[in-house]
């Protein structure tokens, strides 16, 4: 079973950026899709990014297209997010995912989750 460990989150200023990433072990990770997911308080989890397995297509949320970037690395078993003009509304814990069957859009088949990462964006 892969095991996912994100990391990179904090504080930081509207308009900043910061890079997650999510590093994976103890499975083949290049036979997963992988998807960034985020919860703000009192809020349903909701899909941020996906990446296909081998890194050719990805999935933005409209929230995001335009500010994050995914990215994934099937030699060092990461994957990253890359966050800019960060905005209040962004505050979350985000997490990472792993689903073997996984779609891009959407959160079924993410059946392999991380601990989260919290990231505060003030004004």
């Known amino acids: 079973q892969v095991q996912l460990v994100e990391s990179g989150g904090g504080l930081v200023q509207a308009g900043g950026s910061l890079r997650l990433s999510c590093a994976a072990s103890?499975?083949?990770?290049?036979?997963?899709?992988m998807g960034w997911f985020r919860q703000a308080p009192g809020k349903a989890r909701e899909s941020v990014a996906a990446?296909?397995?081998?890194?050719?297509?990805?999935y933005l949320a409209d929230s995001v297209k335009d500010r994050f970037t995914i990215s994934r690395d099937n030699v060092k078993n990461t994957v990253y997010l890359q966050m800019n003009s960060l905005k209040p509304e962004d505050t979350a814990i985000y997490y990472c995912?792993?689903?073997?069957?996984?779609?891009?859009?959407?959160?079924?088949?993410?059946?392999?989750w991380g601990q989260g990462t919290q990231v505060t964006v003030s004004s």
């Open positions: 103890g499975g083949t990770f290049s036979i997963y899709t």
């Open positions: 995912a792993a689903g073997p069957r996984a779609l891009l859009n959407g959160i079924s088949g993410y059946n392999i």
């Open positions: 990446i296909s397995k081998s890194g050719g297509n990805t």
